[in-house]
């Protein structure tokens, strides 16, 4: 059974940081990309940041402007996001997906943590 279990989030001021954490199980974490999502209230949901499986180029969304950091660790099934400098405008849930594509391709998708910046 594929499980993939977001947490972290919570309710931080403007200019404060979270880590989000996203545990996963039940396929082989090591081969999927792995990404953050998140979707604020009445917006689309949008990419914020993927880590490749192996190699490659980590990419950002342009919003994040050096402010997070995703990272993974394969020993732990597990990848985070870092988040600094969080704004009121980064409120959202955010979410972890892991891809694969080739012969047999997967898409997974977490439930979900809630970020909210306010003071």
């Known amino acids: 059974q594929v499980q993939l279990v977001e947490s972290g989030g919570g309710l931080v001021q403007p200019g404060g940081s979270l880590r989000l954490s996203c545990a996963a199980s039940?396929?082989?974490?090591?081969?999927?990309?792995m990404s953050w999502y998140r979707q604020a209230p009445g917006k689309e949901r949008e990419l914020v940041a993927t880590?490749?499986?192996?190699?490659?180029?980590?990419n950002y969304a342009a919003f994040v402007k050096g402010r997070f950091i995703i990272s993974r660790d394969n020993a732990k099934n597990t990848v985070y996001l870092q988040m600094n400098s969080l704004e009121p405008e980064d409120t959202a849930v955010y979410s972890c997906?892991?891809?694969?594509?080739?012969?047999?391709?997967?898409?997974?998708w977490g439930q979900g943590t809630q970020v909210t910046v306010s003071s």
């Open positions: 039940g396929f082989t974490f090591s081969r999927a990309a």
């Open positions: 997906n892991a891809k694969m594509g080739g012969v047999i391709p997967f898409n997974y």
């Open positions: 880590m490749p499986s192996a190699g490659g180029v980590t």
